[in-house]
Nanobody, 125 residues
């Protein structure tokens, strides 16, 4: 079992920044891919970014490339999503998730077996 706890969400104005954190507990050695997803009301959950916790390779959606970065602190079993130049369309519930592997289909929800409870990000214009 892996437990994931997100934090760092909040309300910001457009152009602002937030850093989300995802702390992993439990059998984390079975999950080498940590992903960030978001879901806005009435929309499907979409992949935002992911990181291979072994190699450090990162994956970022074209929708946020150049604005969002994903990183990790292995000593703390924590993954971060740094979000800069936020836009109102970034408003959503953000979730972190754990999968065994990342790969080219890292953005698929079905790859991930463990999910956090989510943290709300609201960007006002």
């Amino acid at each position: 079992q892996v437990q994931l706890v997100e934090s760092g969400g909040g309300s910001v104005q457009a152009g602002g920044s937030l850093r989300l954190s995802c702390a992993a507990y439990g059998y984390t050695y079975t999950s080498n891919c940590m992903g960030w997803f978001r879901q806005a009301p009435g929309k499907e959950r979409e992949g935002v970014a992911a990181i291979d916790t072994d190699s450090g390779r990162t994956y970022v959606s074209d929708h946020v490339k150049g604005r969002f970065t994903v990183s990790q602190d292995n000593a703390k079993n924590t993954v971060y999503l740094q979000m800069n130049s936020l836009k109102p369309e970034d408003t959503a519930m953000y979730y972190c998730a754990a999968a065994r592997l990342c790969g080219t289909t890292w953005y698929r929800v079905t790859r991930y077996g463990y999910w956090g409870q989510g943290t709300q990000v609201t960007v006002s214009s």
